[in-house]
């Protein structure tokens, strides 16, 4: 089972570009997640969603927004990218009850 | 806001020793905590969960719950090298917030040979 996998792996993008991460799970879990990890600031969760066709923000959802394509697919897209964006991306999803996440292994994203 | 805080660190231990992480939460209603090693450019990976009040052994690792306290923490016992690594702490809080993890900043455990 490939898990919780994520595309790109990196990606450099100009400031006001656009692009979207895509996330995939295969564990069958109703819940995803995007996170992005920063020196110092720890994990932040972006959006979430809950289930499949509900969406909802996090902590840092500013210059963001998400589609949950299925139960499967959850992407996050940047519509104009700026250098404060420059992070660590990672998708995650969570099965029922108090479970834990499983990460993708992550995007790394330059604005520059 | 509910929080989870973890003492950033750097803490470092030597081969063989007892290597202690902390994390406190100020969600009184938390009832389940994971724990999360990050080596360097990787993404976490669970090592430990808990539940119940007390301690859960897993082979070097032992984490333990105090929710009266309100901490949480994980001791691994025997350190080896390739425990160097960043523990991060995390608990989905109480009610209707519990879709959302919320992590602690880590620590970064440094183990020498």
């Known amino acids: 089972n490939a898990g919780v996998t994520q595309t790109p792996k990196f990606q450099v993008l100009k400031t006001g570009q656009s692009m979207t991460l895509q996330c995939a799970q295969d564990m069958n879990h109703n819940s995803m997640y995007w996170y992005r990890q920063d020196p110092g600031m720890g994990l932040r969760l972006i959006y979430y969603s809950a289930s499949e066709g509900t969406t909802d923000k996090g902590e840092v959802p500013n210059g963001y927004n998400v589609s949950r394509l299925n139960k499967r697919e959850f992407s996050l897209r940047l519509e104009s990218a700026a250098p404060s964006q420059t992070s660590v991306y990672f998708c995650a999803s969570r099965g029922a009850g108090p479970s834990p996440l499983h990460f993708g292994n992550g995007t790394r994203l330059t604005v520059t | 806001q509910k929080e989870v805080e973890q003492n950033s660190g750097p803490l470092s231990v030597p081969e063989g020793a007892i290597a202690s992480l902390n994390c406190t939460y100020s969600d009184r209603g938390s009832q389940s905590f994971f724990w999360y090693r990050q080596y360097s450019g990787k993404s976490p990976e669970l090592i430990m969960f808990i539940y119940s009040n007390g301690d859960k052994e897993d082979g070097r690792f032992t984490a333990q719950l105090n929710k009266a306290s309100q901490y949480v923490s994980l001791l691994i016992r025997d350190s080896q090298p390739s425990d160097s690594a960043t523990y991060l702490c995390?608990?989905?809080?109480?009610?209707?917030?519990?879709?959302?993890?919320?992590f602690g900043k880590g620590t970064l455990l440094t183990v020498n040979p």
């Open positions: 995390a608990s989905p809080g109480s009610g209707g917030s519990n879709y959302k993890l919320t």
